[in-house]
């Protein structure tokens, strides 16, 4: 079985003063074997809540890292780095990236790649807009998107694809089951037909709009091994019952 993830994406929020959530999601949540619990705050953060969660089993990712490992990039914080403060995940090519830092496929791919060289998970996002979808280009958009931002090198075991339609992110609009089944099929096929029998492993999370509400329902979907969840994660009471859905799907 693959392990399941439910993955919270702080973005821009947050400050030491947050770390309270944190706190509060640790003394609720009952961790259970199967699920993987992880967090990322802005980087700023990585160091305290490596600490805060320590030995609760929530584990604490970054939300980006720079393809090389040190230099002269003013500003950008390397794969090393993020390894260095404990966190044990990254996520790159989030579409907020993509679309207002310009970051393409290869930009993603050699993240990936100096992530899991430095030891971290990477968290691979892809999506379609909501043009491409109306267009019937989602499958195709997310099939090229998959093959050049994910690393020849991936495994199951360092690389988890989340995919978020753009269109379903911090807008309350959500997929069909059937929409996101489709989409996790056809990615849970190009892993397979790409990397062999450990395609049927890697981890794909659902991300955009997910809610206590509407989390049970969308992790009935076939090959949905988990959650990116943006808004419903700064709060610990939001993010708990989605941990929990998880658990129990
Ligand atoms: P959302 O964000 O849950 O607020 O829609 C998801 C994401 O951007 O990862």
């Known amino acids: 079985m693959v392990r399941k993830l439910a993955a919270g994406n702080w973005k821009m929020n947050g400050t030491l003063d947050t770390l309270t959530q944190l706190k509060a999601l640790v003394a609720i949540i009952e961790m259970n074997e199967d699920t993987d619990v992880l967090i990322c705050p802005p980087a700023t953060l990585l160091m305290t809540a490596t600490k805060a969660a320590a030995s609760s089993g929530i584990q604490i990712g970054a939300q980006d890292c720079h393809a090389e490992t040190s230099g ?135 991300g955009g709009s997910v809610k206590p509400d509407n989390a049970a329902e969308i992790f009935k979907a076939r090959n949905v091994n988990g959650a990116l969840v943006g808004g419903a994660s700064l709060k610990a009471a939001d993010f708990a019952p989605i941990i929990t859905a998880l658990q129990s799907s």
């Open 72 to 206: 002269a990039h003013t500003g950008n914080i390397s794969a090393t780095m993020i390894a260095d403060t404990g966190a044990l995940h990254v996520i790159v090519g989030h579409s907020e990236r993509r679309d207002s830092h310009g970051e393409t496929d290869a930009d993603i791919r050699a993240k990936a790649t100096a992530a899991t060289a430095s030891g971290l998970t990477a968290i691979i996002c892809i999506g379609e807009s909501e043009a491409e979808r109306l267009s019937g280009d989602t499958l195709e958009v997310l099939g090229q998107q998959l093959a050049a931002s994910c690393p020849d090198t991936a495994r199951s075991t360092d690389t988890v694809i989340a995919y978020e339609p753009i269109w379903a992110i911090g807008t309350g609009k959500v997929p069909s089951l059937a929409q996101i089944t489709e989409v996790h099929d056809f990615l849970r096929d190009q892993l397979s037909s790409r990397f062999g029998p450990d395609g049927a492993e890697f981890r794909l999370l659902y």
